[in-house]
């Protein structure tokens, strides 16, 4: 009953915040479709012979479960792209949508591996497989395998109205080339420019980490530095969703600690965060060999020390949320944090089990769509007989 209580509270106050004009602040994507394709469609009639092979439109609404057919197949050493305009849409009274960054992923063949974008546009160089181009929706369902099983029955699509339009070019030399070609003629809302950027400045993951699979790549996280001259990496979120991890096996003892400096500069929730359409958060997380993680979080406005699990239906069972911090009294400085894992797993969740296999920064403000910026330094994992230095 308090779960329902929350997440009605949670809704209403987001209902009030729409009537009221308040969300004129949040992060927005491109969703005019018509102005999209007749832009589109324009430079397409404009540029020069010998840089486009194949162009193809699709429509994939919201509600379509995966895996839709592009209409184009490709084949191994060719290039493509494509540009994405359009919204999945939860519930408009709330003003609850997912953009394609989040909602829509790519795949070849049947048996090729899900490919997600960081952007709404994506490029694969000289493909190394053949097969049809295939999208489809991810949230609210999650994938099963790496080849896009479901993990939930395609019904939970039915909630979600409104979808995208998609723009696939297969490119008839080098992707970066034939894609200035085009910026040459023009834009739309700077789509082009910002695949060419992306193209060119290449990954952004920082070397030693990767992302969870089934969440998919990012550009929320970047390596730099810190004032005092430490190692650390960036988190910058907009309206994305991101979970970096890196591998550290060490035994959960009772002297088992995890330590870690950051600066917390703005949260990406305005509201507490154990409600579905308030769970936008920052984090450090650990996970465990029984598949369950803990998630140190910066809250909004949950005390101290509260703990629970988490509300997404494919998190339930797997994650669990402390809070560290809470409120914008400590914002915008560098602060040093540790935690008895041990203890925490026994207090909150049960009998700890024996090893800890992972390390998780978790970046998300895909609900209120809100800006969310940190860093972290000095993580380390360590108890009685051992040490890892994490970052």
Request: proline residues 5%; hydrophobic residues 35%.
């Amino acid at each position: 009953m308090a779960g329902l209580i929350t997440d009605l509270t949670i809704a209403a106050r987001l209902a009030g915040r729409k009537f009221s004009g308040a969300n004129a602040s949040k992060i927005s994507s491109l969703d005019d479709t018509s102005a999209f394709r007749a832009q589109m469609d324009k430079l397409l009639a404009n540029i020069a012979p010998g840089h486009i092979q194949e162009t193809h439109w699709l429509t994939l609404a919201a509600n379509a479960p995966p895996w839709v057919d592009s209409g184009m197949n490709v084949n191994p050493g060719e290039s493509i792209s494509w540009f994405i305009c359009g919204r999945s849409t939860i519930s408009k009274a709330l003003d609850l949508w997912t953009d394609p960054r989040t909602q829509v992923w790519a795949k070849v063949g049947n048996d090729g591996e899900i490919i997600s974008a960081t952007r709404q546009s994506h490029t694969l160089e000289n493909i190394r497989d053949s097969g049809k181009l295939m999208f489809g929706n991810y949230f609210p369902n999650d994938w099963a395998d790496r080849q896009g099983a479901l993990q939930q029955d395609p019904s939970v699509y039915d909630i979600l109205k409104d979808g995208f339009l998609i723009l696939v070019i297969r490119w008839a030399s080098t992707a970066q080339d034939d894609l200035k070609a085009l910026l040459a003629e023009g834009d739309y809302e700077g789509i082009l420019a910002g695949e060419l950027e992306r193209l060119t400045q290449g990954p952004q993951t920082p070397d030693g980490w990767q992302h969870l699979w089934h969440i998919g790549e990012t550009e929320i996280y970047h390596r730099g530095t810190s004032p005092s001259g430490e190692p650390c990496i960036h988190c910058q979120t907009r309206g994305d969703v991101g979970i970096l991890q890196k591998d550290a096996s060490l035994n959960l003892t009772p002297t088992t600690h995890l330590s870690w400096d950051w600066l917390v500069s703005q949260l990406p929730s305005t509201l507490r965060e154990d409600s579905v359409p308030s769970h936008d958060y920052l984090s450090i997380a650990v996970e465990f060999d029984n598949g369950r993680d803990i998630s140190y979080q910066w809250s909004h406005s949950l005390p101290v020390n509260n703990g629970y699990h988490c509300p997404l239906p494919n998190w339930k069972d797997k994650e669990y949320h402390i809070v560290v911090r809470s409120g914008y009294k400590d914002l915008n400085q560098w602060l040093s944090e540790s935690r008895n894992v041990f203890d925490d797993y026994q207090r909150y969740i049960g009998t700890p089990p024996t090893k800890i296999v992972r390390v998780w920064l978790i970046a998300n403000s895909v609900f209120q769509r809100r800006g969310g910026d940190c860093s972290y330094a000095k993580i380390s994992l360590h108890n009685d007989h051992e040490s890892i230095d994490v970052l």
